[in-house]
C-alpha cells in the first residue's frame, strides 16, 4: 500500500498534494464518487431544526460567529483559544475570520465531502456508534435509504450562511451498490478527471487522501478520531488543505496582538451616520443597531458570568497563570474596560473625514441612515485587517475604518490596495 504524497501545480498555481493509494486504487474500489459544483445548502440540510432557540442552521450560524466578536471584545485575547493550536479552532475570532475573509474573496473553491451510507445495512445502535456526534444525522437528500455525514466542510457551512452564500461544490462518495438520484451531478470516474474537474480549478492548496476504516486496522494517515465519522468499512475521500496550515496562516495574516491593540482603542465604539433624511429616520437608526448590540452584549457577559452593573469588574484570570506565578500574565493590559464597551453616534456629512473625527485612534464604523441593519454592526470586524485602513461596500454605504493606519495620515481617500471588500448583503 503506498503511502508516499505526489504533487503537481494546478492552473491556478497551487500546489495539490494526492496521497499514494489515491491515485493507485481509489477508483478501483467499490466507491462511486460524484461532483456538484452548485449545490443548494439548504438541500444539503433539508432546513434541519437544530435547536429550540434557532428557527434555522443559518441563523444559529450567524449567532455563533457573532458571538466569537463580543467573547472576544468582552472577555480578552486569553480567552479566545489563540494561543493553544488545539482549542476550540472553529471558535476562536482570528481564525473564523481568516476562513470568512478567504471565501469572500475567493468563494468556496474546496468542495465539501458529502458520504451517504446505505442505513439499511446498519440497525439504530451501530448507526449512533458509528457517527460522530457533530455529524448530521439526517435523512440524505439524494434517497430515503440513505443517510448523510459531511466530512470535510461541515463548520465551512457555518460561513457560508454567515457570508450570505447559498450554493457550495461538493464531492458525493457512495458505495459501488448504492441506488440513487444524481441527476445534475458529473461523475468522476478516474484521477484524470478528478483532476480536471476539482482539482484544477481550486484556488487553495489541497491535499487528497483516502481514509479506510475498520475495526481494529490502522487509520491511514494517522486520524485516530476519524473512524468515528463513518461507519466500518466505508472509506473516506478527504479533499482538504494539507497539514492544517489554515491555522497558522490565520494567525501569520493578522498576528493578534497587533489586532487586539487596535481593538482596545476603539472603544468606546464610534458609529457614524451619514444621509440621514430626518431626525427621526437618525433616531430609528440608531435605535435598531443599539438593540442587537445590548442582546449580544449581555449574552457574552452571561458566558463570562458577570453582570454589566459590576463595571470595574474584570475578567477572572485564569488558573494557570495563578497556580504558576513564574509565568507572566501576558495580556491584562489589553483588555477592554467594560465600562468603555459602549456604542457613540454620530451624525457625518463627509465620510473623507471621519479618520480625523475619530482622533486616528482604533476601527470605528461608517453606515448610511437608509441601512437596515438586520445583522449585527458587529458583524463587520469580521472583515478587518489590522495591516488595511478600511473595509467598504461596493456603494460605500458601509465602511469600518482603521484609522490607525498610517495612510489616513497622508490621505483621505480611499486608495484601494489599503482597503478589503465587505459583502454587499450588508448594504
Keep these: 500500500m503506498s503511502r508516499d ?3 503537481y501545480i494546478n492552473k491556478h498555481k497551487k500546489y495539490i498534494s494526492i ?13 462511486k464518487l460524484f461532483y456538484k459544483k452548485d449545490m ?3 438541500e444539503l440540510l433539508q432546513y434541519k431544526k437544530v435547536d429550540s432557540a434557532y428557527s434555522s442552521f443559518k441563523n444559529k450560524a450567524i449567532q455563533e460567529l457573532t458571538t466569537c466578536v ?4 468582552v472577555g480578552g485575547m486569553d480567552f479566545d483559544g489563540w494561543i493553544d493550536y488545539n482549542c476550540s479552532k472553529d471558535e476562536n475570532f482570528f481564525f473564523v475570520k481568516s476562513i470568512c475573509q478567504g471565501i469572500a474573496d475567493k468563494g468556496v473553491t474546496i468542495p465539501l465531502g458529502v458520504h451517504l451510507v446505505d442505513i439499511t445495512k446498519y440497525d439504530n445502535l451501530q448507526w449512533r ?12 437528500p439524494f434517497d430515503s435509504n440513505h443517510n448523510m455525514t459531511i466530512h470535510p466542510g461541515e463548520n465551512k457551512l457555518r460561513y457560508t450562511y454567515f457570508l450570505n452564500i447559498d450554493k457550495v461544490p461538493i464531492y458525493l462518495e457512495c458505495e459501488q451498490s448504492s441506488k440513487i438520484n444524481t441527476d445534475g451531478f458529473i461523475e468522476i470516474k478516474s484521477m484524470d478527471e478528478l483532476k480536471e474537474k476539482v482539482l484544477d480549478n481550486s484556488k487553495e492548496p489541497i491535499g487528497v487522501v483516502w481514509m479506510e476504516v475498520g475495526a481494529g486496522e490502522e487509520l491511514l494517515g494517522g486520524r485516530e478520531n476519524y473512524g468515528v465519522d463513518f461507519p466500518n468499512g466505508i472509506r473516506g475521500l478527504d479533499l482538504t488543505t494539507p497539514g492544517g496550515s ?23 465604539l464610534n458609529i457614524y451616520i451619514g444621509n440621514a433624511k430626518s431626525d427621526k429616520e437618525y433616531i430609528d437608526r440608531i435605535e435598531k443597531i443599539e438593540e442587537k448590540f445590548e442582546i449580544n452584549l449581555q449574552k457574552s457577559a452571561k458566558h463570562f458570568g458577570f453582570s454589566f452593573n459590576k463595571l470595574n469588574e474584570l475578567p477572572e484570570v485564569p488558573s494557570k497563570w495563578k497556580e504558576n506565578k513564574d509565568e507572566a500574565y501576558p495580556f491584562l493590559s489589553y483588555r477592554i474596560n467594560r465600562k468603555d464597551i459602549k456604542l457613540h453616534f454620530n451624525k457625518v456629512d463627509n465620510l473623507h473625514d471621519i479618520p480625523k473625527l475619530n482622533g486616528h485612534r482604533g476601527f470605528c464604523i461608517y453606515t448610511d441612515c437608509d441601512v437596515e ?13 489590522s495591516d488595511k485602513a478600511f473595509s467598504i461596500t461596493e456603494n460605500n454605504k458601509v465602511i469600518i475604518f482603521n484609522t490607525e493606519h498610517p495612510m489616513w495620515e497622508f490621505t483621505t481617500e480611499f486608495v484601494a490596495n489599503f482597503g478589503m471588500a465587505v459583502p454587499q448583503h450588508y448594504e
Excluded: A, C, H
Excluded at 463580543?70 to 471584545?73: A, D, R
Excluded at 456508534?129 to 440524505?140: A, D, G, I, K
Design 373 to 385: 441593519w438586520e445583522r449585527d454592526i458587529f458583524e463587520l470586524f469580521y472583515f478587518t485587517n
Design 246 to 268: 489554515w491555522i497558522q496562516e490565520s494567525w501569520l495574516s493578522d498576528y493578534p496582538v497587533k489586532y487586539y491593540k487596535i481593538l482596545k482603542n476603539s472603544f468606546p
Design 129 to 140: 456508534e458509528l457517527l460522530s456526534e457533530y455529524n448530521f444525522n439526517v435523512t440524505s
Design 40 to 42: 443548494s445548502n439548504n
Design 5 to 7: 504524497f505526489r504533487g
Design 19 to 31: 496521497f499514494g493509494e489515491v491515485e493507485d486504487n481509489y477508483f478501483n474500489g467499490t466507491l
Design 70 to 73: 463580543y467573547n472576544l471584545i
